[in-house]
């Protein structure tokens, strides 16, 4: 399917590696020309030059910003150029019980998952309204939903990242600017890869027995019972920034393999 993305330009933040760098692979295949992020210069350069040998002739470009840095954050307002797609990815989280959590946690998973896409989308939004098309993507989680005890304060920012949404879709009333929240599973990044090499290397289970284990005791609730791999999650992204997806607004889209359940 030609989802009809070619020469838009898309920035994805925290996209060197797990979901927005496998979400900048999908978009550069549609043609899209795709401006990735993290917080060095380094993982950007390693990140683009991957791009580069998969995509030799994609348009792609990356801009190091940290979300945790207030001054960053404006200054990759000030120099992005116009956006027609604005993918909100970048996501921290602390596990920890409840009563152990420091305010500067909960602050800390506030300003890099919420107030990142604030701050972008109070940006980039009046200008896809006036060029009267755009699509803004806040990836929020499962989490939003299931809200794990030992993830109160990242499962609170996911949910927020859906009211955000659903918030701004209210503005775009009657124009073809579309605001959307996507609520990915347990997926294969990077970093689940590592929690279950962890988990394996302390337990002494294999990784697969990890996994396993993981959904029968853990994520119960799970139809897919594996994790996602980033590219499943990637493509249902790359979807909604379509022109093709044009009739959902404000909407929170899963792609949690059914684990939070529920009729709609
Ligand atoms: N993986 C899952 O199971 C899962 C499930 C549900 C929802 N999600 C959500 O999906 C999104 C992507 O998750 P993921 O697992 O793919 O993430 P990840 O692998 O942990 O993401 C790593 C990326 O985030 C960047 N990053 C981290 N902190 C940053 C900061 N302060 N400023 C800018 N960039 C930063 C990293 O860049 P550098 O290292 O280059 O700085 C790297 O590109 C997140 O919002 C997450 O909450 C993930």
Redesign the pocket.
């Given at each position: 399917m030609d989802l009809k993305l070619k020469d838009k330009t898309v920035f994805i933040?925290?996209?060197?590696?797990?979901?927005?760098?496998a979400t900048a692979k999908a978009l550069l295949n549609e043609g899209a020309k795709v401006i990735v992020?993290?917080?060095?210069n380094q993982?950007i350069d390693s990140a683009l030059s991957k791009l580069k040998q998969d995509f030799p002739s994609g348009d792609v470009s990356g801009f190091a910003?940290?979300?945790?840095d207030l001054e960053s954050a404006k200054l990759l307002c000030a120099t992005l150029p116009e956006l027609d797609i604005l993918i909100n990815?970048?996501?921290?989280?602390k596990a920890a019980p409840f009563f152990e959590m420091e305010d500067s946690s909960w602050y800390q998973q506030f300003e890099?998952?919420v107030m990142s896409g604030v701050r972008l989308s109070r940006h980039f939004l009046p200008k896809m309204l006036k060029k009267n098309w755009g699509r803004i993507l806040f990836?929020s989680?499962?989490c939003a939903e299931l809200v794990p005890p030992d993830l109160l304060a990242y499962s609170m920012t996911k949910t927020a990242m859906v009211a955000i949404a659903k918030g701004l879709a209210q503005l775009t009333k009657a124009s073809g600017v579309t605001v959307n929240s996507i609520l990915?599973?347990?997926?294969l990044?990077?970093?689940?890869e590592q929690f279950l090499k962890d988990e394996a290397a302390k337990s002494g289970k294999t990784k697969e027995t990890v996994e396993a284990d993981f959904f029968k005791e853990v994520r119960t609730s799970s139809l897919l019972q594996r994790f996602a791999t980033?590219d499943e999650v990637a493509s249902t992204i790359a979807y909604y920034c379509s022109p093709l997806a044009s009739a959902t607004n404000g909407s929170a889209l899963k792609v949690e393999g059914g684990s939070t359940g529920g009729l709609i």
């Open positions: 933040t925290g996209s060197t590696a797990g979901i927005g760098f992020n993290g917080r060095t993982s910003a940290d979300f945790g990815n970048v996501g921290i989280y890099n998952n990836i989680s499962e990915p599973g347990s997926t990044s990077e970093g689940a980033v």
